[in-house]
């Protein structure tokens, strides 16, 4: 194989971040469904590991990792319908409800999932985008799974589906005003929970693109922390999609350089490289921050930002 | 497990059945004694998940097979962290399960934690995976065990050696420590001694357990050119997999992981901690001191390789098992001079062997000419 | 099982000031709730895992025997049960204090493993000081360490509008990281082979244990900053302010409070509480810094903090509960071959049993005041 020496680290940060991001864009996606509607579910961490192993699971004990996929939405589905309901109660904080799920279903996922560290599951397979180049290494960077693609695809459906459906409308007015929406005649707490059960069905999805595409193996280190992190991109990207791609993207890619920058003999420091996402994604967040106008795009009744 | 513990009770009710007929025939009373005599109570102490198909696995196998021997207890806990957990997990097998003699498998549970512990509970028997036992420095009631898992990865780096096409070896690795360092020398030296020429690449991931980052530097590795991987993390499931999808080809390591590339495996270095347990058990139950510095490799049984893979060569074969069968016999040393260090110092002069055994070599801190990284 | 566990002080039983702070019958009426509201909670706790155990095939009473026994039963359990407790009480502060300013941190990791890392060094700088001093200097650094750390997250709020709560989180990864770096680098003891570790500090320097208690000091220290956050925060005109900008920060504004001031004074704290807890582990537990400081004591305060609705006192009796369903935990793996996430389990069902029992507040006729 040729050696493509600091050429190989570009395409190695460029692969990683098709290849590392899908879990961050699903999650930020989810998450930012339900943020628009008022709502913070910081337990998408633990959705995200209940989906991982649910898909697992699925995809070994029937054969299908679609169903798998499929399975791991709803389990997702499922936190997020838990998380609606007893947030719609009153005077319950939903950011401590966030991390008492988050617990609960990384609990649950390594409990059930001890019998599926083992076996071998089938796996989603790979479109090849690469067949027109000689390179293997391109030709493996641009081996891309369709859950990518789909989640490139999400993102400005879903700006279309906020600002120019009447869904999207209701949806933000719960968001921004849950007296406007009430007066308006909608549910406040019947629209969260349908936003916060399809948020979860994203982030359980993104589970399953870990466990069943990349890397593609069960097991109890299998997150260190995308759920949560991904859910931190959401404001840092100011709650608009198409910047979740971005942030997504960007994240995946800084997370390659690591061991990119190792591959071509760059052995000093591996720790503080492998840092770079947070650093990175700080130092933009310093730098277009201002104190002095509030996030704009932040829903209004976000009790994490009012 | 509620069945378990129904069956041992149902054991001892047996045993103490036999007792009473025993006592009635009162030729066979040693023997019923000793059928009712306690059991020994034996703890294992582990990282990680006992089914990670590596490091905590190899002991938790071994500690399965412990519990089918007579008179034996198995207590078990995992994923116990390297802090005050495992102190007080160690004080809770001796409190409440009456544990005599305790396991701690992770290397970080040696100091100070075991010793700790050890030092407050003079008469259980702690015995720690991978630590430098001292005499006279640590508690008398400690010791250490180990094995010289690197003739198992000096066979693989001859494997490796004669399966590269692009004379590019990969190796994902936890940490630059002492144990993890001789691992990627040995595998070096054995693919250097198919040909000079071939290097061996590095990528440390940072910790031991990491999939994301295992996965990506395997495909780095491969990436660059690398066409045979292996590792020393936790768990080398990732790696094992991603370079069998990548078409490259991997050496095992801690376990077997030959069902999970079915087309690239060559061969792995496997440990076989039932010997050593073994005999700590048989020793505590005869009532002698189990051993305090206790060291092993293929010869004695302490580890074992895995069964070639069909991409094997004949002469790769032929060669490993040559190098192997003189590891047996006890008369073959992987850091004989001269050794030169990827920094360019001389390190092993010419003529000089450093034994398996020699303690010199669990303090290295330096990797051989051909290894492309850095110890720090 | 921990239906035992002191009740939680959940909510002041009158307002502040309030004369009613002694014996009225509408006080104790308040108690009532306060308490019997969350131990109903942890009943249905109980229930709810005791079904979930049946299903895994183990026995709940047999469960729950064994979870008292580990956690309380014996003199034993109950120093394992204290001991774990330590750390947790100083980490649930560091999301307790800001939180009296309506700021969510979520990084006191971050500043529990820098405190550890920079009270380690120096601890290295003032080898050969009494060691009286050199724990001082330590205990020093490492709350000036955390306290920066958190303090750092403040700052961007207050100045540059960074949200905290993800600012804070990323500073945890990035502390987690440069610890890693410094302890396998420049901070590295050459003869710590296989665990990268600053020098050790050897046994006369180390903290030692409560006389009569198998218990570090760490559970002291962990008391005391609960006790004073609690009189800082509801007895002192510094506290009135931190919660007036956590009420409404425009009438904090008018009121001519500083709020960037209070917001980092605050923060600060929080993290040299993290920071403190981060030295104990380096000078009662490990005697060096290295990679085990990562044990995720910062996450649980998260959890212990807002279940004990931050509240500093609550913390506490929550932080107790907490140890002591960790300190249970192992007996379950090795009796009843429960796996070690059961404990994970347990946590979140009875955390999200307590957190939907805030619902039932002033619901119950019984428990208002009368007339």
């Keep these: 194989m040729e050696d493509l020496g600091w050429w190989g680290v570009a395409l190695a940060v460029l692969a990683g971040a098709i290849r590392v991001s899908t879990p961050f864009l699903f999650v930020s996606l989810g998450e930012l469904l339900t943020e628009k509607s008022g709502r913070i579910n910081l337990g998408l961490e633990g959705t995200l590991v209940m989906g991982a192993m649910s898909a697992y699971a699925i995809s070994y004990m029937t054969g299908s990792p679609w169903l798998g996929v499929l399975v791991a939405g709803l389990a997702g589905a499922l936190f997020g319908v838990l998380h609606a309901l007893i947030c719609g109660l009153p005077r319950v904080n939903d950011i401590a409800v966030g991390i008492a799920l988050m617990l609960l279903g990384t609990g649950l996922a390594f409990f059930l999932g001890k019998a599926f560290i083992q076996p071998q599951a089938p796996i989603l397979p790979a479109i090849e985008f690469g067949w027109w180049s000689d390179l293997p290494q391109v030709r493996s960077a641009l081996q891309i799974n369709v859950l990518f693609i789909l989640g490139v695809l999400l993102a400005p459906f879903l700006l279309w589906v906020l600002t120019n459906t009447k869904w999207g409308l209701i949806v933000r007015t719960v968001g921004d005003s849950a007296d406007a929406a009430r007066a308006m005649g909608y549910s406040v707490n019947l629209v969260r929970l349908a936003a916060t059960a399809s948020g979860g069905f994203l982030a359980g999805i993104g589970g399953s693109f870990l466990s069943l595409y990349y890397p593609g193996s069960w097991n109890e280190g299998l997150s260190s922390g995308q759920g949560l992190m991904a859910v931190a991109l959401v404001i840092f990207a100011r709650w608009q999609p198409i910047r979740c791609l971005g942030a997504a993207l960007l994240f995946g890619g800084a997370g390659a350089l690591g061991p990119a920058l190792q591959s071509v003999g760059v052995t000093q420091g591996y720790y503080l490289f492998n840092a770079a996402p947070y650093l990175l994604t700080l130092v933009i967040m310093i730098a277009t921050c201002s104190p002095t106008r509030t996030l704009t795009g932040a829903p209004g009744e976000l009790s994490i930002t009012k | 497990m509620t069945v378990d513990q129904g069956m041992s009770r149902r054991m001892v009710l047996g045993a103490l059945g036999g007792a009473a007929a025993g006592t009635a025939l009162s030729g066979f009373l040693p023997l019923s004694r000793a059928l009712a005599a306690k059991k020994l109570v034996v703890g294992f102490i582990y990282v990680g998940p006992r089914d990670d198909f590596g490091y905590n696995q190899a002991h938790a196998e071994a500690a399965a097979m412990l519990r089918s021997m007579s008179g034996v207890k198995v207590v078990e806990e995992e994923k116990v962290p390297e802090t005050l957990d495992v102190q007080k997990t160690m004080e809770s097998m001796i409190n409440l399960d009456g544990a005599e003699l305790v396991f701690p498998t992770s290397f970080g549970y040696f100091d100070p934690h075991m010793l700790k512990v050890a030092a407050k509970y003079p008469d259980v028997e702690f015995r720690h995976c991978g630590g430098m036992f001292k005499a006279g420095t640590h508690p008398a009631n400690t010791g250490s065990y180990f094995g010289y898992i690197d003739e198992g990865q000096y066979l693989n780096g001859i494997a490796a050696g004669h399966a590269t096409k692009s004379k590019k070896l990969g190796f994902v690795a936890a940490k630059p420590i002492p144990q993890v360092l001789r691992n990627i020398n040995a595998f070096t030296l054995g693919a250097r001694s198919v040909d000079p020429s071939i290097t061996t690449q590095v990528i440390f991931t940072g910790d031991w357990s990491m999939p994301i980052k295992e996965a990506e530097a395997t495909n780095g590795l491969v990436n660059a050119g690398v066409d045979v991987v292996t590792c020393h993390v936790d768990s080398p499931k990732v790696v094992v997999e991603t370079a069998e999808r990548r078409g490259a080809f991997t050496c095992g390591y801690h376990a077997n992981q030959a069902p999970l590339a079915p087309k690239g495996y060559l061969t792995g270095a496997e440990w076989n901690w039932i010997t050593v347990y073994k005999d700590f058990v048989t020793k505590a139950q005869a009532g002698e001191k189990p051993g305090q510095f206790v060291r092993g490799g293929l010869k004695e049984g302490f580890i074992k390789t895995s069964a070639y893979g069909p991409a094997v060569s004949p002469e790769s074969k032929a060669a490993g098992e040559a190098v192997k069968a003189k590891m047996m016999a006890g008369d073959f040393s992987i850091f004989s001079g001269p050794i030169s260090t990827n920094t360019g110092k001389e390190i092993v002069a010419a003529g000089k062997t450093y034994g398996q055994t020699d303690l010199w070599l669990e303090g290295m801190d330096w990797l051989v000419e051909g290894v492309v990284g850095s110890t720090s | ?371």
């Design chain 3, 1 to 371: 099982m921990v239906d035992e566990t002191a009740p939680l002080p959940t909510r002041p039983l009158a307002p502040a000031g309030s004369p009613l702070a002694g014996l009225s019958l509408d006080a104790l009426r308040g108690t009532a709730e306060a308490v019997l509201i969350p131990v109903g909670a942890l009943v249905a706790t109980a229930v709810v895992f005791g079904i979930f155990v049946a299903l895994a095939g183990a026995d709940p009473l047999e469960t729950y025997e064994l979870m008292y026994r580990g956690a309380f039963g014996t003199w034993f359990s109950w120093q394992n049960t204290l001991q774990r407790t330590a750390p947790l009480l100083l980490t649930a502060l560091c999301v307790a204090l800001p939180a009296q300013l309506g700021l969510v941190i979520i990084g006191g990791e971050g500043a529990l493993v820098i405190g550890g890392m920079c009270s380690a060094a120096a601890g290295m700088a003032m080898m050969g000081a009494p060691p009286w001093l050199l724990l001082g200097v330590m205990a020093l650094a490492g709350m000036a360490a955390g306290g920066a750390w958190i303090a750092l997250a403040g700052a961007l709020r207050q100045f540059r509008g960074v949200n905290e709560t993800i600012s804070s989180l990323l500073l945890a990864y990035i502390a987690i990281a440069l610890m890693n770096h410094m302890v396998e680098g420049p901070l590295r003891d050459p003869a710590s082979l296989n665990k990268p570790s600053t020098p050790p500090l050897g046994e006369a320097n180390m903290i030692g244990s409560i006389p009569g208690l198998d218990v570090h000091w760490g559970l002291v220290f962990g008391l005391v900053a609960c006790v004073a956050s609690y009189v800082l925060m509801r007895r002192t005109t510094f506290g009135f302010g931190a919660r007036m900008v956590g009420g409404n920060v425009r009438a904090a504004r008018m009121a001519g409070l500083s709020v960037a001031k209070l917001g980092m004074i605050t923060c600060f704290l929080a993290g040299a509480a993290a920071g403190l807890a981060g030295m104990v582990e380096v000078a009662a537990v490990h005697g060096s810094a290295n990679g085990s400081l990562v044990a995720g004591y910062g996450y649980t305060g998260i959890l212990i903090a807002f279940i004990a609705r931050q509240n500093p006192l609550a913390v506490i009796p929550v932080a107790l509960m907490f140890g002591g369903i960790a300190a249970s935990g192992g007996l379950l793996q090795r009796r009843l071959d429960l796996p070690d996430a059961t404990i994970l389990v347990l946590q979140g069902i009875a955390f999200v049993m307590i957190l939907a029992s805030d619902t039932l507040y002033g619901r119950f006729r019984v428990f208002q005041p009368r007339g």
